[in-house]
């Protein structure tokens, strides 16, 4: 989930991280910081859940993957890199797609490393779900597809992919879009401890610290993820099929392994690949986002997340946030397409 803890959680406002963004915990009480803006009332159910399907999936090689993506609109339109999270994936941006591509836009939606048909080149590479690895993928894939520079925009994992890309490497990013807002962390400030009531939050992830929960996840994967989509987002009535959907990403041969060393490496309980540790040491550093950003929270994110203020001062350009009402929860994109859409449309125009 997104996951960055409150940084200056000695002063109560910044933002460390536990791998996750985490602030005073409970529902995001909007406390602006910076340029923000009304909140949208684009949070309307009205589009979510019309488009059950994409065009056939494309594959390229890229870095250490084979990359199962789908794309949408011209060819020669402005590239918007879209990044979903766990347990989630593509479908998570299924009515988003439409919108931007409708809008002249070239929308890629690659499944993650460990999701889908996104599959190791070779069965000796370390399946790592730290986040530099899954950072140089989306740079490996922007590579592979000869894409100079594109939006990045996502939720989740792929809201903190997204946040690295635009760190480490502003001159690939037009332009971010962000649910959750910062949420950047390293293994060091995710020693120290939360409050009882913010560790609770964090129960699956100490689940996956232990061989029992990793045989667990194993073993009932779509249970557990209905679960985490039940509790990150309490108020969406997503039905069986909208699910079904998105849970066969889950049967890849990789999801477990990547996403129990996701967990455990943000507690420093499995070890990373020493190839980045240089990446790491500069995310630790907490590095500033200075391309144009606008961060979204939806009004009834039952995840872990944090205030607006906390992470505010870390966009040095011109960004703003906003907050999505209707009941909007974990998973803004597909549950309010339309106010995701805009935020990439209109971050465009910064």
């Known amino acids: 989930m997104s996951d960055q803890i409150n940084q200056q959680r000695r002063s109560l406002l910044g933002a460390t991280a536990l791998g996750l963004a985490l602030a005073p915990f409970g529902l995001a009480t909007l406390a602006h910081a910076q340029a923000s803006s009304p909140a949208p009332s684009a949070g309307k159910r009205v589009a979510a859940n019309s488009h059950t399907s994409f065009k056939p999936l494309k594959h390229v090689k890229a870095g250490v993957l084979d990359v199962a993506y789908a794309e949408d609109g011209p060819a020669n339109g402005k590239p918007v890199l879209l990044l979903h999270g766990w347990p989630y994936d593509i479908y998570s941006f299924v009515d988003v797609a439409p919108i931007l591509a409708a809008a002249g836009y070239r929308v890629i939606i690659p499944y993650l490393?460990?999701?889908?048909?996104?599959?190791?080149?070779?069965?000796?590479?370390?399946?790592?779900?730290?986040?530099?690895?899954?950072?140089?993928?989306?740079?490996?894939?922007?590579?592979?597809?000869?894409?100079?520079?594109?939006?990045?925009?996502?939720?989740?994992?792929?809201?903190?992919?997204?946040?690295?890309?635009?760190?480490?490497?502003?001159?690939r990013c037009k332009a971010l879009v962000s649910v959750s807002g910062y949420l950047i962390g390293s293994q060091e400030a995710n020693h120290a401890p939360l409050p009882p009531k913010a560790e609770l939050q964090w129960w699956y992830q100490f689940y996956f610290a232990t061989e029992r929960g990793?045989?667990?996840?194993?073993?009932?994967?779509?249970?557990?993820?209905?679960?985490?989509?039940?509790?990150?987002?309490?108020?969406?009535?997503?039905?069986?099929?909208?699910?079904?959907?998105?849970?066969?990403a889950l049967d890849n041969p990789d999801q477990v392994a990547v996403a129990i060393h996701n967990y455990r490496w943000r507690l420093g309980l499995a070890d990373g690949?020493?190839?980045?540790?240089?990446?790491?040491?500069?995310?630790a550093a907490l590095p500033g986002i200075g391309v144009p950003t606008i961060t979204l929270e939806g009004d009834a994110n039952g995840a872990p997340h944090p205030e607006p203020a906390a992470y505010a001062k870390r966009f040095t350009g011109k960004y703003e946030h906003r907050q999505v009402n209707g009941g909007i929860?974990?998973?803004?994109?597909?549950?309010?397409?339309?106010?995701?859409?805009?935020?990439?449309?209109?971050?465009?125009k910064f």
């Open 329 to 348: 929860g974990h998973n803004l994109p597909q549950e309010a397409p339309e106010a995701f859409a805009k935020a990439v449309i209109d971050v465009d």
């Open 113 to 171: 490393r460990g999701y889908g048909d996104t599959r190791f080149l070779s069965a000796d590479t370390k399946r790592n779900g730290q986040q530099a690895a899954l950072a140089t993928d989306a740079i490996a894939l922007l590579d592979a597809l000869k894409i100079d520079q594109a939006i990045v925009a996502g939720f989740d994992w792929g809201a903190r992919t997204a946040d690295i890309l635009a760190a480490l490497w502003p001159q």
């Open 273 to 283: 690949e020493s190839k980045y540790d240089a990446l790491e040491k500069q995310l």
């Open 214 to 248: 990793e045989a667990g996840y194993a073993k009932y994967t779509h249970d557990f993820a209905r679960l985490i989509w039940q509790l990150a987002s309490p108020q969406w009535a997503f039905d069986d099929a909208t699910f079904a959907r998105s849970a066969a």
